[in-house]
């Protein structure tokens, strides 16, 4: 009796081992094994190849066991000599190792992580990294442990070298096996692989090759010819990604052909003598940049970047009115109701001396309203809409759309985007976003667009005064909220988490909000959560808007989509929970009226120097550096919505100088070969299209 083998099951390669063939034919892994592997995204060799390390155990700044000291954050190898399990009075069980080397023992403890005990065993070498402290004795609560050897293993773990290549692993799968797998096969497989930059541009940015760069980061003798490897492979995928976004921006300008707007000075021009400030010099510069767009006969794709009250919204105002001056209509997308109706507000007062008035469409309302708003959209009479989804519904249609506004253009995906856009014959788009981002970062989400950036807040804003405080300072920090609200001023209280837990030490909001409203029995305390339904949300975030509450504890949900000019105090608990982009965004929701603001930073542990950094500073451009830096590449960057930018080897902005190079061979590559079909440039395009899906197309057109 024969059997046939599944269709799915590729047939065992009968040749010389590929990079496309399946990992579970190459020698020492099979069936059971390329399952685990392919939870790490591992089918095939060029995958194991390419499966990187994310870190290295650099042997010679490792701590001895006996200098740990308290106080200290250190890094030790040890072998295990002992563990348990400890139950504290609280019911919280605890587990505890016992490390040794040749200088000494180390305990180490888990808090809350007992199921440790079924993964750590006694004689295995750990490499753990955290804080150490005394409780009876000098104990290190590690914030991670990696298995470096197991109980029977006679192989010293660093004996290939002082540089320990650490792998992304998987249940079943520990990193010391994929280092294992991959050492196995890192010759063979590095000698299939092509460089497809040439040796002449590789010397010119003191790159090593591409064979090279891989020995180097699997297999490296120092730390600085890792790092060596890190960049050259850093520079392959910011040179593809740079490829297609300038390609992508070609593609778009030649099938852009849009509105050529005329500059009629009509409504602009009454906008700009009832302004009760004057324009800052960021956003004179965003308008002539805008204008430009939009009078051009291609079609206005701009992202407007400003900083957290840099006055994003009267800019786009100007362009709006310079649509509707020309007999077009106007309209602008918000991801939220509350954003909506405070856009809304502000439209309606800045027109009022103009005569004009917006209208808005939201989900809320009434279908007798809606019906009303969508048919003096579709006869023309309406000319600016402010609105939400809403707006995207299939039932909504325009009479003359000539430009489009998204506001936290990042809170829609792309075919969100399109769905509005697509109402108008070729309507100018209009991005907003109110996210610094460096430079660097710039480039890299956002190199297929134009940018317009906004530093500097107009003048007439309250300052704000950031401080640092400790638990020691609490109560005079609560007295001082108390004092200001009963004032008439209102606050913001923001925590980390929604509830306390065991697994965390933390404050939470919803015992916050407890605890408030019975500490201040005066004062009306609100709370909102990530967990509350959105028109609950909304619903107590107007109460606040409107001076109904006079505190508001929440969660990170009030990073944007609310504007309260009498609110003047931001209190953070756990600030060091958060990103410094995240507390720079939570520090302007406060500021935004006349009166003097203050955000307090309270941290019941030692502030780190981020924190003082970040309290020295209310540039958004330079808190968004340091964040970078301190985050890096990976953590900010995620997956763009428009399909898939992964940047996994770069660090910006320590890699601007291979942004730049890479940026500029970019545009002299594809200005002298729009679609890279020269046999010099083909391998390039295979790259950049085996990287980015996306880039298929793009190069597809001629």
């Given at each position: 009796m024969t059997t046939s083998r599944s269709s799915k099951s590729p047939a065992r390669p009968t040749g010389a081992i590929r990079l496309d063939t399946p990992v579970k034919f190459l020698k020492g892994i099979g069936e059971r094994r390329a399952e685990q592997l392919e939870r790490l995204g591992i089918r095939t060799a060029q995958d194991l190849l390419w499966h990187l390390p994310h870190r290295y155990i650099d042997a010679s700044t490792v701590t001895p066991l006996v200098r740990a000291e308290v106080g200290q954050e250190v890094a030790c190898i040890g072998r295990v000599v002992a563990k348990g399990v400890v139950p504290t009075r609280r019911g919280l069980r605890i587990f505890h190792a016992v490390l040794r080397d040749d200088s000494g023992v180390l305990e180490c403890v888990w808090p809350g992580q007992a199921f440790l005990d079924r993964t750590i065993v006694v004689g295995q070498t750990l490499l753990v990294s955290g804080p150490v402290r005394f409780y009876h004795g000098r104990?290190?609560?590690?914030?991670?442990?990696?298995?470096?050897?197991?109980?029977?293993?006679?192989?010293?773990?660093?004996?290939?070298?002082?540089?320990?290549?650490?792998?992304?692993?998987?249940?079943?799968?520990?990193?010391?096996?994929?280092?294992?797998?991959?050492?196995?096969?890192?010759?063979?497989?590095?000698?299939?692989?092509?460089?497809?930059?040439?040796?002449?541009?590789?010397?010119?940015?003191?790159?090593?090759?591409?064979?090279?760069?891989?020995?180097?980061?699997?297999?490296?003798?120092?730390?600085?010819?890792?790092?060596?490897?890190?960049?050259?492979?850093?520079?392959d995928e910011l040179l593809d990604l740079q490829l297609m976004l300038i390609r992508a921006?070609?593609?778009?300008?030649?099938?852009?052909?849009?509105?050529?707007?005329?500059?009629?000075?009509?409504?602009?021009?009454?906008?700009?003598?009832?302004?009760?400030?004057?324009?800052?010099?960021?956003?004179?510069?965003?308008?002539?940049?805008?204008?430009?767009?939009?009078?051009?006969?291609?079609?206005?794709?701009?992202?407007?970047?400003?900083?957290?009250?840099?006055?994003?919204?009267?800019?786009?105002?100007?362009?709006?009115?310079?649509?509707?001056?020309?007999?077009?209509?106007?309209?602008?997308?918000?991801?939220?109701?509350?954003?909506?109706?405070?856009?809304?507000?502000?439209?309606?007062?800045?027109?009022?001396?103009?005569?004009?008035?917006?209208?808005?469409?939201?989900?809320?309302?009434?279908?007798?309203?809606?019906?009303?708003?969508?048919?003096?959209?579709?006869?023309?009479?309406?000319?600016?809409?402010?609105?939400?989804?809403?707006?995207?519904?299939?039932?909504?249609?325009?009479?003359?759309?000539?430009?489009?506004?998204?506001?936290?253009?990042?809170?829609?995906?792309?075919?969100?985007?399109?769905?509005?856009?697509?109402?108008?014959?070729?309507?100018?788009?209009?991005?907003?976003?109110?996210?610094?981002?460096?430079?660097?970062?710039?480039?890299?989400?956002?190199?297929?667009?134009?940018?317009?950036?906004?530093?500097?807040?107009?003048?007439?804003?309250?300052?704000?005064?950031?401080?640092?405080?400790?638990?020691?300072?609490?109560e005079r920090v609560m007295e001082f909220v108390r004092e200001a609200c009963g004032r008439g001023r209102q606050a913001y209280v923001v925590l980390p988490v929604i509830e306390e837990s065991e697994r965390a030490d933390l404050r939470a909001a919803t015992t916050m909000a407890q605890s408030l409203a019975a500490r201040w029995p005066e004062l009306r305390v609100g709370l909102v959560h990530g967990r509350l339904k959105a028109d609950e949300r909304d619903d107590v975030m107007r109460r606040f808007r409107a001076g109904e509450l006079h505190v508001l504890v929440a969660t990170t949900v009030i990073e944007v989509g609310i504007d309260v000019p009498s609110a003047t105090i931001m209190l953070i608990e756990h600030p060091e929970r958060f990103g410094l982009a995240q507390l720079h965004q939570?520090?302007?929701?406060?500021?935004?009226?006349?009166?003097?603001?203050?955000?307090?930073?309270?941290?019941?542990?030692?502030?780190?120097?981020?924190?003082?950094a970040f309290a020295g500073t209310q540039d958004g451009f330079r808190i968004a550096e340091l964040d970078l830096a301190e985050r890096g590449m990976g953590d900010l960057i995620g997956a763009r919505q428009s399909g898939g930018v992964e940047v996994r080897h770069a660090q910006l902005p320590a890699d601007d100088d291979l942004l730049t190079r890479a940026r500029q061979l970019a545009i002299d590559l594809i200005g002298a070969d729009p679609a890279l079909q020269r046999a010099e440039n083909q391998q390039l395009r295979a790259r950049a299209v085996a990287r980015y899906p996306r880039a298929v197309e793009l190069f597809r057109v001629g």
């Open positions: 104990q290190m609560a590690p914030r991670e442990f990696v298995v470096l050897a197991d109980p029977d293993s006679e192989v010293d773990p660093l004996a290939g070298g002082k540089v320990l290549p650490v792998y992304p692993a998987t249940e079943g799968l520990s990193h010391k096996i994929i280092r294992g797998l991959v050492e196995r096969h890192l010759d063979a497989l590095i000698a299939l692989s092509d460089d497809v930059l040439p040796e002449p541009l590789r010397r010119s940015l003191a790159l090593p090759s591409l064979q090279d760069a891989l020995r180097a980061v699997h297999r490296p003798a120092t730390a600085a010819e890792a790092e060596l490897g890190r960049r050259r492979l850093a520079f921006r070609t593609v778009a300008k030649r099938s852009r052909s849009g509105v050529a707007f005329t500059v009629r000075r009509d409504l602009t021009t009454r906008l700009r003598e009832s302004l009760p400030w004057q324009l800052t010099d960021d956003q004179h510069r965003a308008l002539r940049e805008i204008t430009a767009d939009m009078i051009a006969p291609d079609r206005m794709h701009r992202l407007l970047m400003g900083d957290v009250g840099t006055g994003k919204t009267v800019v786009a105002l100007f362009a709006m009115l310079l649509a509707v001056e020309n007999d077009f209509q106007a309209a602008l997308m918000a991801p939220t109701e509350l954003l909506a109706e405070q856009h809304a507000v502000t439209l309606e007062q800045l027109l009022a001396p103009l005569s004009l008035r917006p209208e808005l469409l939201l989900g809320r309302q009434s279908p007798g309203e809606k019906q009303a708003v969508r048919a003096r959209l579709a006869a023309g009479h309406a000319r600016l809409v402010v609105g939400t989804h809403a707006l995207m519904q299939e039932s909504v249609s325009f009479h003359r759309l000539g430009l489009v506004v998204i506001d936290e253009q990042h809170r829609f995906g792309v075919e969100q985007r399109a769905a509005l856009i697509g109402k108008g014959a070729a309507p100018d788009v209009l991005l907003l976003t109110a996210t610094p981002i460096p430079r660097s970062l710039a480039l890299t989400l956002y190199g297929d667009l134009d940018v317009s950036t906004l530093r500097h807040r107009p003048p007439g804003r309250g300052t704000i005064r950031t401080a640092v405080r400790s638990g020691a300072q609490r939570l520090r302007g929701r406060i500021g935004r009226g006349t009166e003097e603001s203050f955000c307090i930073l309270m941290s019941d542990t030692e502030a780190a120097d981020r924190l003082h």
